[in-house]
């Protein structure tokens, strides 16, 4: 979603089925989220309720929520927030959480800088991770309850988990499921084996969205989270993620992993009810392929 953005009213309508109808690729969460973080406006004036009516003429201004950390001058973007979760989307070159080398440039902190700004009690849990230099869709959880909800359930709860990637060298066959055993060695180094017993199945669908000159973007479902499962996968069918040094793409074109988180859906586990967060392609994957 875009961080700013107008959108003019043709006809009367009630705000919540107004904005269904006009943000299409929003799920209905996301946009309750908008209107539950004060993100809407209609003729310049703040607008929360769902039945709000709407006349010919008005306009509704989108003002998504960006957090600036004081510490680091990092924009966080929030892509949805209740009373106990937060749903972020994180910049590639970030960790999730702290290593002993690094304990502060994370987006953990951030979002915890972010929370306490708003009431110096508040906390936050980590729920799953995303590698370091990934971008894209990372679920917090605001206390140790709820997160303990989310991960006891996590692989049950999961739906769909989906990344875009841009890769080096065209694909033979434009779709597929990629499946092998992974271990990782004492340098830290993810690799596919037939060792059954000791390394551990991952699977991962593919999908070509667009190809231009030696490049392809994909469409990228992953039915295990293994670590570096698809960095390893598509360096496995000789088509390295652009910026994936680790697994074989020295390609200076693009200053980060062209790797981003887009959609999650899941069973919510407090209620039963699907939810879905999405996440735009980054820019700088977007001049890439010229979307």
């Not at 690729?25 to 309720?49: A, G, H």
């Not at 510490?71 to 973007?77: F, P, Q």
């Not at 271990?183 to 593919?206: C, F, P, R, W």
């Not at 200053?255 to 735009?280: C, E, M, V, W």
Request: aromatic residues 8%; proline residues 1%.
């Amino acid at each position: 979603m875009k961080n700013n953005y107008t959108i003019n009213v043709s006809e009367d309508n009630l705000l919540y089925d107004f904005l269904r109808s006009k943000l299409s690729n929003e799920s209905k969460n996301n946009i309750k989220s908008l209107l539950l973080r004060k993100n809407v406006y209609v003729n310049d004036k703040l607008q929360t309720k769902y039945n709000y009516e709407l006349h010919k003429g008005d306009i509704i201004s989108i003002k998504t929520s960006q957090f600036i950390d004081e510490e680091t001058n990092i924009k966080l973007k929030i892509i949805y927030e209740d009373k106990d979760i937060i749903v972020v989307d994180k910049p590639s070159g970030i960790l999730t959480i702290s290593t002993e080398k690094e304990k502060n440039l994370t987006i953990y902190h951030l979002v915890m800088n972010y929370l306490k700004s708003k009431n110096k009690n508040n906390k936050v849990f980590i729920i799953h991770r995303l590698d370091k230099d990934t971008s894209g869709i990372l679920i917090f959880a605001k206390s140790e309850k709820i997160k303990n909800l989310f991960q006891n359930k996590w692989n049950d709860i999961i739906k769909e988990r989906r990344y875009y990637a841009i890769v080096l060298n065209k694909l033979k066959d434009k779709q597929g499921v990629i499946k092998s055993y992974l271990k990782e060695n004492k340098n830290h180094i993810v690799y596919s084996t037939n060792d059954k017993v000791n390394g551990k199945l991952a699977i991962t669908e593919y999908k070509v969205i667009k190809e231009i000159e030696k490049y392809a973007l994909l469409d990228i479902n992953i039915k295990t989270g293994r670590k570096n499962q698809i960095r390893v996968h598509l360096s496995d069918l000789s088509s390295p993620i652009i910026g994936d040094k680790k697994y074989g793409c020295e390609n200076k074109l693009i200053k980060r992993l062209a790797l981003h988180a887009y959609k999650l859906k899941l069973i919510d586990p407090r209620n039963g009810k699907i939810i879905q967060f999405t996440s735009d392609l980054p820019l700088e994957m977007k001049k890439i392929v010229k979307m």
